[in-house]
């Protein structure tokens, strides 16, 4: 599975939108992109996947470069619940195999 | 609501005992995956299941063993518990194909 390469650290103002970025300059055809949060004392929490094409859900927006070597993960309207670090993982679709988790991003919301 | 379940939120057990960690999901997955969490070094894979019976090594399995007699449940075994084994466990499950995966609420163990 491809390398992903994240910030250690991000600021947000309330309200604001959070911009998460994720490089994953080697990602092969059939690897997704999948985002996971994990706020403190919890464990992770699935946000969003995609492959080629920009997705949103209830909870974000996703949106992969042309090139697929890089995304964004967006919180439109950031709370102080969004404090979390933001785990970018990239991975084959399959029946098996590890879901491997770097250090992720650590998004700090403000008041 | 997709439910993983692991059996204790704290525990506290003595080096050399024999530890056991479950956990059960409700969602007829495949996949199941323990992992470890400790300050500074993020999540890390001690193993995972594709199936009933089969088993894998994740990167830190070393002093652990597992145990999938049933799809849903997957075991953690720490055979002679150590104060290095002191630390936040996660299991977690997915399906197959895209790996949306769901995790249990954690078991802090400690070990004196």
């Known amino acids: 599975d491809a390398k992903t390469t994240q910030p250690t650290s991000m600021d947000c103002a309330e309200g604001r939108a959070a911009n998460l970025p994720c490089n994953h300059s080697t990602i092969s055809g059939n690897e997704y992109v999948y985002w996971y949060r994990q706020i403190h004392s919890q464990g992770p929490q699935y946000i969003i996947h995609g492959l080629k094409n920009n997705e949103t859900n209830e909870m974000a927006s996703l949106i992969i470069t042309e090139d697929r070597k890089s995304s964004t993960l967006i919180l439109p309207h950031a709370t102080l619940r969004d404090t979390a670090v933001y785990y970018c993982i990239v991975r084959v679709a399959s029946n098996t195999g590890k879901l491997i988790f770097g250090q992720g991003t650590t998004l700090q919301v403000k008041p | ?112």
């Open chain 2, 1 to 112: 609501d997709v439910k993983v379940t692991q059996s204790s939120r704290y525990l506290v057990k003595r080096t050399g005992e024999k530890v056991f960690l479950e956990c059960v999901q409700d969602m007829d997955h495949e996949n199941m995956f323990w992992y470890r969490q400790d300050p500074g070094l993020g999540l890390r894979l001690i193993y995972f299941s594709y199936d009933v019976k089969m088993k894998e090594k994740g990167d830190i399995p070393e002093g652990y063993s597992v145990s999938r007699e049933k799809k849903e449940r997957f075991s953690l075994i720490l055979e002679s518990a150590s104060t290095n084994q002191t630390s936040m466990y996660l299991c977690a499950s997915s399906g197959t194909g895209i790996f949306k995966a769901f995790f249990g609420q954690g078991t802090r163990l400690t070990v004196v």
